[in-house]
């Protein structure tokens, strides 16, 4: 049995994309659930009745629940070290270098940037809203995601070169351009959608935590509805990125199936092809004469009738429709395109030649 023709490159291709099409739809549907987790969680007001319901909850707990509120620190604020009377319970610092790199593919300047420096600082925080009075305590905050900080100081300090430092960037491929000097902060007072798993601890504070089976926990400057907006996109993109995949793994299986049956086609018909040329070699009586028979006759009707190809056995069949006679049957087949030798015309039959 013929083995499937695929190359290296095609089994490269066809194994990425089934891979890339699985890693993509576990995301997708990883995505799904939590879309689907988000619309039947519960929100829940941020007043003083927060307490009674955990109480009379199973575990004082409740697995995954919607909440807004407005950030208070519960001691000292964190003060941003480039504005004045700005106060967060989140701080991010940020150094960055900006560089410009020579690519050798594509004989240009690239940018690059490269994080020098990264230090985040964290006060505990409540939520809190000011007509009802409740309050949530926020536990690991920087394990929640769509965690957005604002971004309260952004300055970018260029560097400066001489001429000999200019030459060496030239030699060596990289040119600096600078430091881009970042601070982002979670500001006191700003309004943020929690949704995770909601306790009642022993000291009679209600607490948001990451959710205990593994649901993603969300901390977000967005509403609700923005959140949950945002994770269905992101959901129809891993979706939409899973289906292209497949997509281009199922095109490439039909295309290398489809050589496939075009090789098998062509075979069946060359093999068709050589049993009619026998059929109808068999049917003349006697006019046919056998290649040793011939052989025999003499060296200048061996070089006149010789196929051009072997030079060895006898013309013996005509190439249609261009109608040369120039081969034997054995070595047009072993042809590599049914295409006559002499003229390159294509080759639509081919019957015996009978020699009297």
């Known amino acids: 049995m013929d083995s499937i023709p695929i190359s290296s490159l095609?089994?490269?291709?066809?194994?990425?994309?089934?891979?890339?099409?699985?890693?993509?739809?576990?995301?997708?549907?990883?995505?799904?659930?939590?879309?689907?987790?988000?619309?039947?969680?519960?929100?829940?007001?941020?007043?003083?009745?927060?307490?009674?319901?955990?109480?009379?909850?199973q575990g004082k707990s409740l697995r995954y629940v919607i909440i807004e509120g407005a950030v208070q620190p519960?001691?000292?604020?964190?003060?941003?070290?480039?504005?004045?009377?700005?106060?967060?319970?989140?701080?991010?610092?940020?150094?960055?270098?900006?560089?410009?790199?020579?690519?050798n593919i594509a004989h240009s300047w690239m940018d690059s940037e490269k994080t020098l420096h990264q230090q985040v600082y964290t006060v505990p925080f409540d939520l809190v809203t000011a007509h009802a009075g409740g309050s949530v305590r926020v536990l690991s905050p920087l394990e929640a995601s769509s965690l957005h900080l604002e971004v309260v100081h952004e300055k970018f300090h260029q560097a400066m070169h001489g001429f000999s430092e200019i030459i060496g960037h030239y030699l060596s491929g990289e040119k600096p351009k600078g430091v881009l000097e970042t601070e982002e902060m979670v500001k006191v007072g700003a309004v943020l959608t929690g949704v995770g798993e909601l306790i009642l601890d022993t000291d009679g504070v209600v607490k948001l935590r990451p959710p205990s089976d593994g649901s993603e926990y969300f901390l977000s400057p967005l509403d609700f509805e923005s959140l949950l907006g945002e994770q269905e996109g992101h959901a129809r993109v891993w979706r939409v990125l899973a289906a292209l995949c497949g997509l281009a793994g199922a095109t490439l299986l039909l295309v290398v199936a489809w050589r496939h049956y075009k090789r098998l086609q062509e075979k069946r018909e060359r093999e068709q092809r050589r049993r009619e040329f026998e059929r109808m070699?068999?049917?003349?009586?006697?006019?046919?004469?056998?290649?040793?028979?011939?052989?025999?006759?003499?060296?200048?009707?061996?070089t006149e009738n010789t196929c051009v190809i072997c030079l060895s056995r006898p013309r013996g069949c005509v190439l249609l429709n261009c109608g040369h006679v120039c081969c034997c049957f054995r070595c047009y087949q072993a042809l590599p395109s049914p295409n006559c030798p002499i003229c390159r015309s294509a080759v639509s039959r081919v019957v015996p030649l009978y020699q009297a």
């Open 74 to 103: 519960l001691g000292e604020p964190l003060r941003s070290q480039y504005q004045e009377n700005c106060f967060g319970v989140i701080q991010k610092l940020i150094l960055k270098e900006h560089k410009l790199v020579w690519n």
């Open 281 to 302: 070699s068999l049917g003349g009586l006697g006019v046919r004469q056998s290649a040793g028979e011939e052989e025999e006759e003499g060296d200048g009707e061996i």
């Open 10 to 57: 095609e089994l490269t291709c066809l194994g990425s994309s089934v891979v890339l099409s699985g890693l993509f739809f576990y995301i997708y549907r990883r995505k799904s659930k939590t879309v689907g987790k988000l619309k039947d969680a519960p929100r829940l007001p941020l007043d003083k009745q927060l307490v009674a319901i955990l109480n009379a909850m």
